[in-house]
């Protein structure tokens, strides 16, 4: 609050008063049934039985400014109706949007000498988000366990082999994560912007109006993910070493994403509705190894995952696409369709450079197709893209898929080493072979926006007549910026990184020194974060985490849940490197 002079009864130059009031809360109700009895001290049965009714976006909010006013004690204020000086007042009003679920579930876990294990569960839930006919969704899901280790034939093996396990599992999950309340409903909306005045033109009188803001979908349903897995788990030589590998395949079907409603629809939004499957293959492993001897100790631990995502359909038409844009760059960045990961790099494919008015006219630029030889010469030390289709032009047929931002290959490596009362931990992870596109580089490496410049731009831009072996950018020309207004290969970059991401040392007190004060335990600990990485990548940042988790209102094809910006470097903050000094105590 700004306060006026006290020196003088007008209000002061700028003045305001604001008030704001929120409230919110969910509440989640669980009740549970258990069982679990042994028999014959072979057999072990658990079951669990239970209820979960959960109610969330019960809230309000208000806030309400004024300026100008002229005394802060004026109770006429909290009005904004009334009270002098009431020029620029504002006030609103609005509601958060209801939603519940309650679910029923059921879980089975049965075991036979601890050898053969086997687990049944089974949930029922519904969402008010959704209409009556399509509120409601089963998800079972069935795992089974062999434990070879405790077979007779294993005998032999005893000596080195403390367990070995063989699983396997399905399940089915759901998912209506909306941002909707009643994604059903059509919504309406009313405001002094929707009236309209008598009609005797006398415009002494007005009636408020209404209009659709969002439109229903009655058909929309669960999101279903259904899995399958198999897995192996083993530790050797008196638990030192330990490992496990996961294989899955997992499908989502009838995909939650917002409708993309031609612009016949007017004004209004569209609803969420089930477009599309997608299918996800892929392996998960673990290497353990930990020992001690005298007063070393020390714990390594490897974890590799690899996953291929593909999209299965995409409405009825096998070649229907969704699309995402970058920023300032003509045509789409990525493309996400059927055969194809999610949100592949899409563009044109940079192949050289023009050298000459010849090279220009044998492969006309984009655009350009009745390009003369008089034109041509300007394009020279342009960039050059392949004409796919060899039609001796370059127009939208010519873009082709870029690049991925999927790895073929992500893990992290954690080891520890302790000696007497000293630590020393280090986390190193890594990602192999996924591309980003480098949306940055449109600002730092061509002449379209005046400001900070890539060195690139000065050191490795095509010349005349010069020795152009490295040269990655097309000649300096800041009247031009036909290179980079595409979408092609150049943003493409290979994004495989190493790096440390955290480095801790630490010193734990005697306890004898400690008694004394009272303290059981006190450890001092130095850590740095993300102080290392090496990398081929040119942004910022190659550990990149994409923001756009939507499509944005300007991109077609509207999208939901799915990630069609997934890559796509528009110069996010970086990971940061941190320094920490701490201490950890215990009385």
């Given at each position: 609050?700004?306060k006026?002079?006290?020196?003088f009864?007008?209000?002061?130059?700028?003045?305001?008063?604001?008030?704001?009031?929120?409230?919110?809360?969910?509440?989640?109700?669980?009740?549970?049934?258990?069982?679990?009895r042994?028999?014959?001290?072979?057999?072990?049965?658990?079951?669990?039985l239970?209820?979960?009714?959960?109610?969330?976006?019960?809230?309000?909010?208000?806030?309400?400014?004024?300026?100008?006013?002229?005394?802060?004690?004026?109770?006429?204020?909290?009005?904004?109706?009334?009270?002098?000086n009431?020029?620029?007042?504002?006030n609103?009003?609005?509601?958060?949007?209801?939603?519940?679920?309650?679910?029923?579930?059921a879980?089975?876990d049965?075991?036979?000498?601890d050898?053969?294990?086997?687990?049944g569960?089974?949930?029922?839930?519904?969402?008010?988000?959704?209409?009556?006919?399509?509120?409601?969704?089963?998800?079972?899901?069935i795992?089974?366990g062999?434990?070879?280790?405790?077979?007779?034939?294993?005998?032999?093996?005893?000596?080195?082999?403390?367990?070995l396990?063989?699983r396997?599992g399905?399940g089915?999950?759901?998912?209506?994560?909306?941002?909707?309340?009643?994604?059903?409903?059509?919504?309406?909306?009313?405001?002094?912007?929707?009236?309209?005045?008598?009609m005797?033109?006398?415009?002494?009188?007005?009636?408020t109006?209404?209009?659709?803001?969002?439109y229903?979908?009655?058909?929309?349903?669960?999101?279903m993910t259904?899995?399958?897995?198999?897995?192996?788990?083993?530790?050797f030589?008196n638990?030192?070493?330990?490992?496990?590998?996961?294989?899955?395949?997992?499908?989502?079907?009838?995909?939650?994403?917002?409708a993309a409603?031609?612009?016949?629809?007017?004004?209004s939004?569209?609803?969420?509705?089930?477009?599309?499957?997608?299918k996800?293959?892929?392996?998960?492993?673990m290497?353990n190894?930990?020992?001690?001897?005298g007063?070393?100790?020390?714990?390594?631990?490897?974890?590799?995952?690899?996953?291929k995502?593909?999209?299965?359909?995409?409405?009825?038409?096998?070649?229907?696409?969704?699309w995402?844009?970058?920023?300032r760059?003509?045509?789409?960045?990525?493309?996400?369709t059927?055969?194809?990961?999610?949100?592949?790099f899409w563009?044109?494919?940079q192949?050289?450079?023009?050298e000459?008015v010849?090279?220009?006219?044998?492969?006309?630029p984009?655009?350009?197709s009745?390009?003369?030889e008089?034109?041509?010469?300007?394009?020279?030390?342009?960039?050059?893209?392949e004409?796919l289709?060899?039609?001796?032009?370059?127009?939208?047929?010519?873009r082709?898929?870029i690049?991925?931002p999927?790895?073929?290959?992500?893990?992290?490596l954690?080891?520890?080493?302790?000696?007497?009362?000293?630590?020393?931990?280090?986390?190193?992870?890594?990602?192999?072979?996924n591309?980003?596109?480098?949306?940055?580089?449109?600002?730092?490496?061509?002449?379209?926006?005046?400001?900070?410049?890539?060195?690139?731009?000065r050191?490795?831009?095509?010349?005349?007549?010069?020795d152009?072996?490295?040269?990655?950018?097309?000649?300096?020309?800041?009247?031009?910026?036909?290179?980079?207004?595409?979408?092609?290969?150049?943003?493409?970059?290979?994004?495989?990184?190493?790096?440390?991401?955290?480095?801790?040392?630490?010193?734990?007190?005697?306890?004898?020194?400690l008694?004394?004060?009272?303290?059981?335990?006190?450890?001092?600990?130095?850590?740095?974060?993300?102080?290392?990485?090496v990398?081929?990548?040119?942004?910022?940042?190659?550990?990149?985490?994409?923001?756009?988790?939507?499509?944005?209102?300007?991109?077609t094809?509207?999208?939901?849940?799915?990630?069609?910006?997934?890559?796509?470097?528009m110069?996010?903050?970086?990971?940061?490197?941190r320094?920490?000094?701490?201490?950890?105590?215990?009385?």
């Open positions: 609050m700004t006026n002079n006290p020196e009864s007008e209000s002061g130059g700028q003045n305001n008063f604001y008030e704001s009031n929120y409230f919110n809360y969910r509440w989640v109700w669980t009740n549970t049934l258990s069982f679990s042994t028999f014959n001290e072979i057999h072990s049965l658990n079951i669990l239970g209820t979960e009714a959960i109610r969330d976006g019960l809230g309000r909010s208000l806030n309400a400014r004024r300026y100008n006013y002229l005394f802060e004690d004026n109770t006429n204020t909290y009005t904004l109706d009334m009270g002098e009431n020029s620029q007042r504002t609103s009003s609005t509601y958060n949007g209801e939603f519940a679920l309650f679910g029923m579930f879980r089975a049965y075991g036979y000498k050898k053969y294990l086997l687990t569960i089974i949930r029922r839930d519904g969402v008010s988000r959704f209409s009556e006919n399509n509120r409601y969704g089963v998800f079972p899901s795992s089974a062999w434990r070879m280790s405790e077979e007779a034939f294993m005998e032999p093996s005893r000596d080195w082999l403390d367990d396990k063989i396997a399905y089915v999950t759901g998912n209506s994560e909306i941002p909707v309340a009643t994604n059903f409903a059509n919504l309406f909306t009313t405001s002094t912007s929707y009236t309209n005045y008598d005797t033109g006398a415009n002494n009188s007005e009636t109006g209404f209009r659709l803001s969002t229903g979908n009655t058909d929309t349903k669960w999101e259904k899995m399958v897995n198999l897995g192996l788990d083993a530790t030589l638990g030192k070493f330990s490992g496990s590998f996961e294989w899955y395949t997992k499908k989502t079907s009838n995909m939650l994403i917002q409603y031609t612009s016949m629809a007017g004004e939004g569209s609803p969420y509705i089930n477009f599309g499957d997608i996800n293959t892929g392996f998960d492993f290497f190894y930990r020992d001690r001897k007063d070393w100790a020390w714990d390594l631990s490897l974890n590799l995952s690899h996953y995502n593909e999209v299965l359909k995409l409405a009825e038409a096998d070649d229907y696409s969704l995402a844009s970058g920023t760059i003509e045509g789409y960045v990525t493309r996400t059927k055969g194809h990961a999610v949100s592949e563009g044109l494919k192949n050289g450079f023009y000459s010849a090279d220009v006219m044998a492969t006309k984009f655009g350009q009745d390009i003369t008089a034109d041509a010469a300007a394009y020279v030390g342009r960039f050059r893209f004409d289709n060899g039609d001796g032009k370059l127009d939208d047929s010519d082709t898929f690049g991925s999927h790895p073929d290959l992500t893990g992290g954690n080891a520890t080493l302790t000696w007497k009362n000293w630590d020393f931990t280090m986390f190193w992870n890594f990602s192999i072979g591309d980003l596109y480098n949306n940055t580089k449109y600002f730092t490496d061509f002449w379209t926006f005046n400001g900070n410049k890539s060195s690139r731009l050191d490795q831009s095509w010349t005349l007549n010069g152009n072996s490295n040269a990655i950018l097309p000649m300096l020309n800041t009247e031009d910026n036909y290179s980079g207004a595409y979408s092609s290969s150049y943003y493409v970059e290979d994004a495989s990184f190493l790096r440390l991401k955290n480095l801790v040392l630490g010193y734990s007190l005697p306890k004898e020194l008694k004394k004060a009272g303290i059981q335990n006190l450890r001092l600990y130095l850590q740095a974060e993300n102080i290392l990485t990398t081929g990548y040119t942004g910022l940042d190659p550990e990149f985490t994409n923001a756009y988790l939507r499509q944005s209102d300007s991109d094809d509207g999208a939901g849940r799915v990630d069609l910006k997934r890559g796509v470097d110069g996010g903050w970086p990971t940061t490197m320094f920490l000094l701490g201490v950890n105590f215990t009385f």
